[in-house]
């Protein structure tokens, strides 16, 4: 006797998200479906303009993922063009993408993601000191304390005594599933309510050189828009640049202090988890952080693995790469457009919906179904982290050891590399990206005051747009996933655009060939304690970090005003 379950809306994530699950008699996940609940119609929006505005319209994908859209935006139209980006372009645009970076992998795991895991009601019961001298015995951070535990512990206490848990309101406080002592919930709530003043930081470096967040407004195709003059107050100028430093020292701290200790110890505790959450084994990643102006060096790797086979691997190696162009399509059987014309290229990709209501074995998600060489692909950090074991990448493996190091101190038993295809392997790798993404910060930052120390400050190349046609993709490793834009260009203006997003990778429905997307195909097989309450599947779907407003877009062709606004 099966079961079914519907979760509308999976909460703590970006957009509207549906989860079925068909739950067999053992209470185990034997079927699965993830569904995009909003319409996609900015690529729409985007034809017939041009397509120096494309980044700017392209960030409003989504509130959240702002940056990222701006950068394969412009890197889409430099590419169409074969335009080449100032040394000191590419090195300001690193930073943004990194601090955003740091920025999203704090968020993610501490407030989407944590309460999957900490029972925070909890805490009420742990006893400060042990709390901290347990703090103490992992890290050195400053803010483990017993006086900093003692204090979380009261202001957990008033709240819960106000009989309003406000940002902790609804969780399955409780649950047969949550394993963490009161002493390890404490201390796991004390580091949730400092990463918000944290993930600031991060911001903050984002602002200072993008104008503001979220919806940069500094990028350009040729560049960036940020003049340098290092005695000048109204450019970017030596007092800004040592801010960003300073942001940067204080990311660095906090996330090998507390961040990668803190996954560390979630893998520790819950190590079943280490054996779930497998799904799509074929991976996919980009390099990033371009070291040139041509694109094709890079600080980071990227490629595909087929099956997880690390012997396989194809790398990708710069901007442009036929591997990617030529192997890219997305399915819309099971998705609410128009379509019968099998899988299509980007290049010539639809976006035309056709709703027809929520049909299991037809169709039902906005999200569409790429393919990479046919088949469906994992994007994300952990195939980031995979691609730099396959290409021996040493900074990216130093800190996966540390990482992985810590969790077999903490269990005093061996993890085999196999236990990343998992639902805390996802958590483990994006921890360790993190820590790879202040490294970056620093490594950009420096080479950005080295080449200005040389005389050079340019940042900008004027792009020239011929007659006739032209295409392009720009790809960027998002904090989700690979992104990538493509465009094509005709008589200077759009004539068809679209984004395929690393949240279209993981949500995506059944392809063509009716093969799961990898949030469908990572939960069969999970054991549910409640199906009442599913607390296991969403552990697994967050560990993706699901961005659906990037995934499926919006939009009114009746042009109705959904929202005024009145400055008073």
């Known amino acids: 006797m099966t079961k079914r379950i519907t979760i509308d809306p999976i909460t703590r994530i970006e957009g509207h998200l549906r989860i079925d699950c068909e739950v067999d008699r053992d209470g185990r996940v034997n079927d699965a479906w993830a569904s995009g609940t909003m319409w996609r119609g900015v690529e729409q929006i985007l034809l017939g303009r041009d397509p120096r505005d494309a980044w700017a319209i392209t960030q409003r994908f989504c509130g959240v993922c702002t940056t990222v859209h701006a950068i394969a935006s412009v890197r889409a139209v430099e590419n169409?063009?074969?335009?080449?980006?100032?040394?000191?372009?590419?090195?300001?645009r690193n930073m943004m993408i990194a601090a955003h970076a740091v920025h999203d992998e704090?968020?993610?795991f501490y407030h989407l993601s944590a309460l999957d895991w900490v029972d925070v009601t909890s805490a009420l019961k742990a006893d400060p000191v042990k709390t901290a001298q347990l703090a103490e015995s992992l890290s050195e951070w400053p803010l483990n304390g017993r006086h900093e535990m003692k204090a979380v512990k009261d202001r957990l206490a008033t709240l819960v005594g106000s009989g309003q848990l406000g940002i902790f309101a609804n969780g399955y406080w409780g649950h047969?599933?949550?394993?963490?002592?009161?002493?390890?919930?404490?201390?796991?709530?004390a580091h949730y309510l400092q990463a918000l003043e944290v993930q600031r930081k991060a911001?903050?470096?984002?602002?200072?050189?993008?104008?503001?967040?979220?919806?940069?407004?500094?990028?350009?195709?040729?560049?960036v828009a940020n003049p340098v003059a290092l005695d000048s107050q109204s450019v970017l100028s030596i007092e800004r640049l040592l801010a960003v430093k300073a942001a940067i020292d204080?990311?660095?701290?906090?996330?090998?202090?507390?961040?990668?200790i803190d996954v560390a110890a979630v893998g520790a505790f819950y190590p079943e988890w280490l054996q779930l959450g497998k799904g799509v084994t074929n991976y996919l990643a980009c390099p990033e952080y371009p070291l040139d102006e041509a694109g094709t060096q890079f600080e980071t790797v990227g490629g595909y693995i087929p099956d997880g086979d690390l012997d396989r691997f194809k790398a990708i190696t710069a901007f442009g790469d036929p591997l990617v162009r030529e192997n890219v399509a997305e399915s819309v059987k099971h998705s609410w457009y128009k379509g019968g014309k099998g899988p299509l290229h980007p290049y010539t990709g639809e976006t035309i919906s056709e709703y027809t209501d929520f049909q299991p074995d037809g169709k039902y998600s906005f999200v569409k179904s790429p393919t990479f060489m046919g088949k469906p692909a994992q994007v994300g950090p952990l195939a980031r982290v995979l691609a730099a074991v396959a290409t021996k990448h040493g900074p990216v493996l130093a800190h996966l050891t540390r990482i992985l190091g810590t969790v077999e101190s903490l269990t005093k038993s061996k993890v085999p590399l196999a236990a990343l295809h998992s639902t805390i392997g996802r958590h483990a790798a994006r921890a360790v990206m993190c820590a790879m993404n202040v490294e970056v910060l620093q490594n950009q930052w420096q080479l950005l005051m080295d080449n200005i120390r040389k005389g050079d400050i340019k940042t900008f190349e004027k792009p020239v747009f011929p007659k006739g046609e032209v295409a392009g993709f720009g790809f960027h490793e998002a904090p989700r996933g690979l992104l990538s834009h493509w465009v094509v260009i005709k008589d200077g203006v759009i004539d068809n655009y679209q984004a395929v997003v690393p949240t279209?990778?993981?949500?995506?429905?059944?392809?063509?060939?009716?093969?799961?997307?990898?949030?469908?195909?990572?939960?069969?097989?999970?054991?549910?304690?409640?199906?009442?309450?599913?607390?296991?599947?969403?552990?697994?779907?967050?560990?993706?970090?699901?961005?659906?407003?990037?995934?499926?877009?919006?939009?009114?062709?009746?042009?109705?005003?959904?929202?005024?606004?009145?400055?008073?």
């Open 176 to 189: 047969p599933a949550m394993k963490l002592s009161p002493e390890v919930n404490l201390l796991a709530v």
């Open 106 to 108: 704090i968020v993610h």
């Open 504 to 568: 279209t990778w993981n949500a995506a429905p059944r392809n063509e060939d009716d093969q799961m997307g990898p949030y469908e195909a990572s939960l069969i097989g999970t054991p549910l304690a409640d199906p009442e309450q599913p607390l296991e599947v969403l552990r697994t779907i967050h560990s993706f970090d699901p961005c659906l407003a990037c995934a499926v877009h919006l939009t009114d062709p009746d042009k109705r005003a959904i929202v005024e606004v009145r400055v008073l």
């Open 203 to 223: 911001n903050k470096i984002v602002s200072i050189l993008g104008s503001k967040t979220p919806h940069i407004q500094n990028v350009a195709v040729g560049g």
């Open 80 to 92: 169409a063009l074969d335009l080449h980006i100032p040394l000191n372009a590419q090195y300001v």
């Open 250 to 260: 204080e990311l660095q701290q906090f996330v090998h202090q507390v961040y990668n």
